[in-house]
């Protein structure tokens, strides 16, 4: 049998694999291929970038790191893990890639798969990072590693963030052996937040996306009254959504949607998982959409009824809702403390009513902090007082005093000089459809 040699590890040219496209090593590896040049992403400016890296570094230098490893998945709040915002990539095939930032030398990302899948990554973070390598079937730690020794920093002090920097979830413990054994002489630490600091307060061109994205939010919206008739199911209003958001350029955050009759209701939420129920003459449809623009979201949640809304629901939106949202909106202003919505949201015991704990919470590139709450404000010192370029998601979720009815009313707003913007233009109204 005639064998043929095994192409050195590394990146190959294209005119070295061309003609050797059946072979695993050459294809994994391939670079400056034809493929994809004419591909058209929307991406942020090489302007941009740079001041992500250089704010990046500051806060390295604050904390005498060398380097640092931040990472990016597919699960919600990994978006805001910093692999995205350092890169422009969102990846879904993986637990996590990675970007690797050197204090001083060009950056890397470690992606999940070889080929031509990393060929069209290359494409897609071109303008933020040159150096992209694979994984080689997972080995991520082992290619950090390898890069690490080609920037000199085994003896390093090297900083990883989270994956999940809302449950505080790192690298898998298989990654972190390799790198540790990899590096003995370097010194490991898990940051905490690091990427928070840097996105609370947005740039235009990141406050330009939350826009889109809040136009995607009402255009999913309008689709799901468009779709919400008798016989239809609640996962069918989820598809319309859906549709909505992509056929817009928009990436679909999370769908929460779900129904209950109005004449005896046992829904104060909508359904984190839309399911086969099938929707009747008077149903309300409570729903929380995200929709994602570049990586950036914004929410909206806004209630639907199937045929006018009975007087017990059409009360408690006057009386309860509606009210109740617009005294936790008037503390949206540059300057507020961020207990002032708290405050504003004790409305609802104060009428008589409860409400889900959540009131607001603010949106770096996800969901975060200050998180409202009915009982208490969380988050980090900065997140306290509002500041022109925060996002805050105002959802207050009052209930009856019963627990068996609800509405869910939630717009994202951009805080301003003046006060603030808020990024949809959908009414508010009980939306009447079917």
Same mark, same amino acid.
């Given at each position: 049998?005639?064998?043929?040699?095994?192409?050195?590890?590394?990146?190959?040219?294209?005119?070295?694999?061309?003609?050797?496209?059946?072979?695993?090593?050459?294809?994994?590896?391939?670079?400056?291929?034809?493929?994809?040049?004419?591909?058209?992403?929307?991406?942020?400016?090489?302007?941009?970038?740079?001041?992500?890296?250089?704010?990046?570094?500051?806060?390295?230098?604050?904390?005498?790191?060398?380097?640092?490893?931040?990472?990016?998945?597919?699960?919600?709040?990994?978006?805001?893990?910093?692999?995205?915002?350092?890169?422009?990539?969102?990846?879904?095939?993986?637990?996590?890639?990675?970007?690797?930032?050197?204090?001083?030398?060009?950056?890397?990302?470690?992606?999940?798969?070889?080929?031509?899948?990393?060929?069209?990554?290359?494409?897609?973070?071109?303008?933020?990072?040159?150096?992209?390598?694979?994984?080689?079937?997972?080995?991520?730690?082992?290619?950090?590693?390898? %890069?690490?020794?080609?920037?000199? !920093?085994?003896? =390093?002090? +090297?900083?990883? /963030? *989270?994956?999940?920097?809302?449950?505080?979830? $790192?690298?898998?413990?298989?990654?972190?052996?390799?790198?540790?054994?990899?590096?003995?002489?370097?010194?490991?630490?898990?940051?905490?937040?690091?990427?928070?600091?840097?996105?609370?307060?947005?740039?235009?061109?990141?406050?330009?996306?939350?826009?889109?994205?809040?136009?995607?939010?009402?255009?999913?919206?309008?689709?799901?009254?468009?779709?919400?008739?008798?016989?239809?199911?609640?996962?069918?209003?989820?598809?319309?959504?859906?549709?909505?958001?992509?056929?817009?350029?928009?990436?679909?955050?999370?769908?929460?949607?779900?129904?209950?009759?109005?004449?005896?209701?046992?829904?104060?939420?909508?359904?984190? %998982?839309?399911?086969?129920?099938? !929707?009747?003459? =008077?149903? +309300?449809?409570? /729903? *929380?959409?995200?929709?994602?623009?570049?990586? $950036?979201?914004?929410?909206?949640?806004?209630?639907?009824?199937?045929?006018?809304?009975?007087?017990?629901?059409?009360?408690?939106?006057?009386?309860?809702?509606?009210?109740?949202?617009?005294?936790?909106?008037?503390?949206?202003?540059?300057?507020?403390?961020?207990?002032?919505?708290?405050?504003?949201?004790?409305?609802?015991?104060?009428?008589?009513?409860?409400?889900?704990?959540?009131?607001?919470?603010?949106?770096?590139?996800?969901?975060?902090?200050?998180?409202?709450?009915?009982?208490?404000?969380?988050?980090?010192?900065?997140?306290?007082?509002?500041?022109?370029?925060?996002?805050?998601?105002?959802?207050?979720?009052?209930?009856?005093?019963?627990?068996?009815?609800?509405?869910?009313?939630?717009?994202?707003?951009?805080?301003?000089?003046?006060?603030?913007?808020?990024?949809?233009?959908?009414?508010?109204?009980?939306?009447?459809?079917?």
């Amino acid at each position: 049998m005639n064998v043929q040699p095994r192409t050195p590890l590394g990146p190959q040219p294209w005119e070295a694999v061309c003609d050797k496209l059946d072979q695993a090593l050459p294809f994994a590896n391939m670079r400056g291929t034809p493929y994809y040049r004419d591909a058209v992403y929307e991406q942020f400016s090489a302007q941009e970038y740079a001041r992500r890296y250089a704010a990046l570094r500051a806060k390295m230098k604050e904390h005498k790191l060398d380097c640092v490893i931040a990472a990016g998945g597919p699960s919600h709040w990994s978006f805001g893990a910093g692999m995205m915002w350092l890169t422009g990539h969102c990846e879904w095939h993986a637990l996590a890639s990675y970007v690797l930032v050197p204090l001083d030398g060009e950056p890397t990302m470690i992606y999940s798969m070889g080929g031509t899948h990393a060929e069209a990554v290359r494409r897609v973070v071109e303008v933020a990072v040159k150096d992209v390598r694979h994984s080689r079937n997972g080995q991520y730690a082992q290619v950090m590693v390898e %890069r690490l020794k080609e920037l000199k !920093l085994e003896r =390093g002090r +090297i900083g990883l /963030m *989270e994956i999940d920097p809302r449950h505080g979830d $790192y690298m898998p413990v298989n990654q972190y052996n390799t790198l540790r054994a990899g590096l003995p002489d370097a010194e490991i630490v898990f940051t905490k937040g690091f990427l928070h600091d840097l996105v609370v307060i947005h740039s235009q061109e990141e406050l330009d996306c939350v826009r889109k994205a809040g136009v995607l939010c009402q255009r999913a919206m309008e689709a799901m009254i468009a779709r919400a008739k008798p016989g239809a199911k609640e996962y069918e209003l989820r598809a319309a959504a859906a549709a909505a958001i992509m056929d817009g350029g928009g990436d679909i955050d999370f769908l929460i949607i779900g129904s209950t009759p109005m004449a005896s209701p046992a829904m104060v939420f909508g359904n984190p %998982r839309p399911s086969g129920r099938v !929707l009747q003459k =008077g149903d +309300i449809i409570n /729903m *929380e959409l995200a929709a994602g623009y570049r990586g $950036y979201t914004a929410q909206i949640g806004s209630p639907i009824c199937l045929g006018k809304p009975t007087d017990m629901v059409r009360k408690f939106w006057e009386e309860i809702t509606l009210p109740g949202y617009h005294k936790i909106v008037a503390e949206i202003a540059p300057g507020k403390p961020a207990e002032a919505m708290r405050t504003a949201s004790k409305f609802f015991r104060d009428h008589g009513v409860q409400s889900r704990p959540t009131q607001c919470h603010g949106i770096d590139i996800v969901t975060d902090n200050p998180h409202v709450s009915a009982e208490h404000v969380r988050g980090v010192e900065g997140d306290m007082v509002l500041k022109p370029g925060m996002v805050i998601m105002a959802e207050p979720n009052p209930i009856t005093a019963d627990g068996m009815f609800g509405i869910f009313l939630g717009h994202t707003f951009i805080v301003n000089e003046k006060g603030h913007e808020i990024v949809d233009r959908f009414p508010l109204q009980i939306a009447v459809a079917g």
